[in-house]
């Protein structure tokens, strides 16, 4: 008897046993890949430790404290630079414009921990900015008034100048998609320049604003290597301390549980901002964007206004890494350095690839089967992009660990001797958390590039006698091969820069550029740490230029190149 076809959305009929396939093999894919979130989850059940009420008492509520200041300052700063950025070089016309475009985006590839550590050798008491002001002077230390570094202001700022871009990046690509019919009707309705931008243009752009914001504050939370440097007390550094310093896996799951909760909080907060946002177009007329000239006077405040982030948070940074790094190269730049390199390269290539085989898994089931179900499992196995990375390795840690013992009590007792750690001492463990830390990341550019290709190419391939698998093998992967490789390049140079699930779960004697600068920062060998972090700069560099081409060609109505 024929099996009777299954019907998706008016496309291709499709065998209902290959639909129930596509959505095991979804349902298991998630599942694995939400097994750290389940088992942090999990200890909200369990009773607490000795050690929680203590932590309670004590350091708890400086976390929640710290944490809300972090949030509510890179809120203000990274949102006041990346829109006030975004709507100048969207708007006006200035010297220097058309550089600054692309530019803004530069600070994305310094890590705040770097840019935390470069900071801190530049203004710290010992650094060349204290002693040039005591020299010119003739003052002596603490005759004089200067801003404190390591402290929660000076966090703020450095997250500020490192995460503006999201803001940027969003809200720019908000305003150049905006029909100028719109803004000109509110000039005819006796509005001013500022009046068009507060009442129209963000109104219009809130949405994206939103969510900038907020990947800009869960990169915050995210955060270990500055807070951890800066001393100043965070959920991220309380996990670290709970697991090392008093080896309580039980409060450690239990504070980054709570640390999760704040990160849905947050979700939840940007999508009903969104919702209760009912601003919309209601033309579809695009015109050229007015590319105002300013007066001379403005085009210089507006030039020093896109200037200043730029310089502060990549320029000056990148600057002085190179100094340090001509300064010690001959004793940093040896073996050790280009085994570091090694590890780093060939774990971030491996995590890249392995991440793109379940992106691939669930972005092409949604192609073929955009059911519910479908839909619903590949959002959820996207969540880790959202969880921090000392909770994600807290949430690896304990189910693998008790694999671990589980089969070395097995092993002893039928052999007497176990085989110790096969999955938590190893690579593995690290793969396995950078691919459930960073699939969001290949599973949306799949998705954008699936997106890309007609269903009638689909259609005439089947027809042909080509099963799903193969259209997808002979289709689909050649056409999508630039959309394939800026994931492997994202998700290349964010394991790159990943340090707190690094610096957690790395097998013993088993270090990366991260962790080595972050080890060499922790020393006070700041110069030292400079050729790691420079190498790291210099990677992330990737990422950006390929944004960069995607924001100049993403207004309505114009032809890509």
């Given at each position: 008897m024929l099996q009777q076809p299954a019907f998706t959305d008016g496309?291709?009929?499709?065998?209902?046993?290959?639909?129930?396939?596509?959505?095991?093999?979804?349902?298991?894919?998630?599942?694995?890949?939400?097994?750290?979130?389940?088992?942090?989850?999990?200890?909200?059940?369990?009773?607490p430790s000795e050690n929680w009420g203590h932590l309670v008492d004590?350091?708890?509520?400086?976390?929640?404290?710290?944490?809300?200041?972090?949030?509510?300052?890179?809120?203000?700063?990274?949102g006041s630079i990346g829109v006030t950025t975004a709507w100048l070089t969207s708007m006006y016309r200035f010297p220097g414009r058309d550089f600054l475009t692309w530019a803004l985006l530069l600070p994305l590839a310094m890590p705040a921990y770097i840019i935390a550590y470069t900071y801190t050798g530049?203004?710290?008491?010992?650094?060349?900015?204290?002693?040039?002001?005591?020299?010119?002077?003739?003052?002596?230390?603490?005759?004089?008034?200067?801003?404190?570094?390591?402290?929660?202001?000076?966090?703020?700022?450095?997250?500020?100048?490192?995460?503006?871009?999201?803001?940027?990046?969003?809200?720019?690509?908000?305003?150049?998609?905006?029909?100028?019919?719109?803004?000109?009707?509110s000039r005819t309705l006796g509005c001013g320049p500022w009046q068009s931008f507060s009442r129209v243009a963000m109104p219009l752009a809130r949405p994206a604003i939103a969510a900038g914001l907020s990947l800009a504050l869960m990169e915050t939370l995210a955060d270990f290597g500055t807070?951890?440097?800066?001393?100043?007390?965070?959920?991220?550094?309380?996990?670290?301390r709970t697991w090392f310093g008093m080896y309580d896996a039980v409060a450690a799951a239990q504070l980054s549980a709570l640390l999760m909760l704040f990160v849905f909080v947050l979700i939840l907060l940007?999508?009903?901002?969104?919702?209760?946002?009912?601003?919309?177009?209601t033309t579809n007329r695009y015109?050229?964007?007015?590319?105002?000239?300013l007066p001379p006077l403005w085009a210089a405040v507006a030039c020093i206004a896109c200037l200043l982030p730029l310089l502060f948070g990549f320029v000056v940074p990148v600057?002085?890494?190179?100094?340090?790094?001509?300064?010690?190269?001959?004793?940093?730049?040896?073996q050790r350095f280009f085994t570091l390199a090694w590890h780093s390269f060939t774990l971030a290539a491996a995590a890249a690839l392995i991440a793109l085989a379940p992106a691939l898994l669930l972005g092409y089931g949604n192609r073929i089967q955009p059911t519910r179900t479908?839909?619903?499992?590949?959002?959820?196995?996207?969540?880790?992009?959202?969880?921090?990375?000392?909770?994600?390795?807290?949430?690896v840690l304990i189910p693998f660990g008790a694999l671990d013992n589980q089969i070395n009590d097995w092993m002893r007792e039928r052999y007497g001797e176990g085989p110790g750690l096969l999955f938590s001492g190893t690579v593995f463990i690290l793969l396995f958390a950078y691919t459930v830390r960073f699939l969001a990341v290949s599973l949306q550019t799949v998705e954008a590039g699936l997106g890309k290709i007609r269903p009638s190419m689909d259609d005439a391939a089947r027809s042909m006698g080509n099963n799903r698998a193969s259209v997808l093998r002979h289709i689909h992967l050649p056409v999508m091969k630039g959309s394939l490789l800026t994931a492997v390049v994202i998700v290349f140079v964010d394991v790159m820069k990943e340090l707190p699930a690094t610096l957690v779960l790395r097998p013993f004697d088993f270090n990366t550029l991260a962790v080595r600068a972050y080890e060499l920062a922790s020393d006070e060998r700041l110069a030292d740490s400079s050729t790691a972090a420079l190498a790291i700069v210099a990677v992330g560099i990737i990422p950006v230029i390929l944004l960069s081409g995607a924001i100049s060609r993403s207004r309505a109505g114009t032809r890509p190149l």
């Open positions: 496309n291709t009929p499709v065998a209902r046993g290959w639909i129930s396939g596509w959505t095991l093999a979804g349902a298991i894919t998630s599942l694995v890949i939400l097994v750290p979130i389940i088992s942090v989850c999990a200890y909200w059940f369990a009773p004590t350091v708890l509520p400086e976390y929640v404290s710290n944490s809300l200041w972090l949030m509510f300052g890179v809120s203000l700063g990274a530049l203004l710290d008491v010992s650094g060349p900015v204290q002693s040039t002001i005591r020299e010119t002077f003739g003052l002596r230390y603490g005759e004089y008034w200067f801003p404190e570094v390591r402290s929660l202001a000076g966090a703020i700022a450095m997250f500020s100048l490192v995460l503006f871009p999201y803001v940027y990046l969003l809200a720019r690509a908000a305003f150049i998609n905006q029909s100028i019919c719109v803004l000109e009707a807070v951890e440097y800066f001393g100043v007390s965070t959920f991220t550094t309380g996990i670290y940007e999508r009903w901002s969104r919702r209760r946002a009912h601003f919309h177009h015109q050229k964007l007015p590319d105002v000239p600057i002085q890494l190179g100094l340090w790094a001509i300064e010690t190269h001959d004793k940093m730049l040896d479908m839909h619903f499992f590949s959002r959820l196995a996207a969540m880790g992009y959202a969880i921090p990375g000392t909770v994600i390795a807290v949430g």
